[in-house]
């Protein structure tokens, strides 16, 4: 199916569907089991026309297991999620168990950005305490499906399947009419959020929350730094992902040809007279 919010905003980079299934999509992109990478990586190939599946055993990384709606894969971190509040926050330098792990690790031949940050943290919130609140506050959750999917909208048949989210990549300008538009049919003025998490949570368990809202919000992503330096290479510097839950996107479309997007001040922001 093809996506008129996407065409009315200009938009270069297509929509992707997010899917639960139990059926492995033909010749779908796939993580080795077991092997690091990050989803945001294949949200920007579904965005180019390739789908790409993820199962329990093939997520990418702990994050991305949570984010797509894998259950607590931070259990599975180095050392336990205690070990996982302190690299994000102070490092693991910083008490007995970490500095254990971070031994084992330099002697397995493990180095690196990641045995760096293990160490020494990354900074995304003040302390381990904080991190642990974190996240008892994710809406961590387990899809009813073997299958998490990205698959470009176009390929979508709405006929046979009904996607649970429509993920956007965005420009600032872009994303700013998206934030209207999600509000342009709706009650009150809060019918999108920007939750703290990683790039993957953003598209997946934060909009998964959505779905049984009355009124489904939109979510703004890639807040996510390391996520953002992830994907630097191919979207660029000034790019945002926006999930809409199915419901939400529907009503977009429906709505965008009578909205402000075929008005003046839209079409000079983009530069057409």
Request: glycine fraction near 10%; include cysteine.
């Amino acid at each position: 199916m093809e996506s008129q919010v996407a065409h009315m905003l200009e938009m270069r980079r297509r929509p992707v569907a997010i899917l639960w299934t139990d059926q492995e999509p033909e010749k779908a992109a796939r993580f080795r089991p077991g092997k690091w990478g990050c989803v945001m990586w294949m949200l920007v190939g579904a965005s180019k026309g390739k789908t790409a599946a993820f199962d329990e055993a093939s997520y990418g990384c702990w994050g991305g297991g949570v984010g797509l709606g894998f259950g607590n894969q931070y259990q599975a971190f180095p050392g336990g999620e205690p070990c996982f509040h302190y690299f994000l926050s102070i490092g693991n330098r910083h008490w007995e168990t970490g500095q254990a792990v971070v031994k084992q690790m330099e002697a397995s031949g493990a180095g690196g950005s990641f045995l760096e940050d293990f160490r020494d943290g990354e900074g995304y919130l003040k302390s381990p305490e904080l991190v642990a609140d974190f996240i008892e506050g994710l809406p961590i959750m387990r899809v009813p499906t073997r299958f998490v999917v990205f698959k470009p909208l176009e390929k979508v048949d709405p006929h046979q399947e009904e996607p649970k989210v429509v993920v956007f990549w965005a420009t600032p300008h872009q994303l700013a009419a998206l934030v209207v538009l999600a509000n342009y049919g709706r009650p009150g003025s809060e019918n999108v959020v920007v939750p703290f998490g990683a790039g993957c949570q953003s598209v997946g368990i934060y909009a998964y929350r959505e779905l049984s809202r009355p009124y489904p919000r939109g979510v703004i992503g890639q807040m996510d730094l390391s996520a953002r330096l992830n994907v630097r290479k191919t979207m660029g510097d000034h790019v945002f992902t926006f999930a809409a839950p199915w419901k939400l996107f529907c009503e977009m479309e429906e709505n965008v040809a009578q909205s402000f997007a075929a008005r003046s001040v839209w079409r000079q922001l983009v530069g057409h007279p």
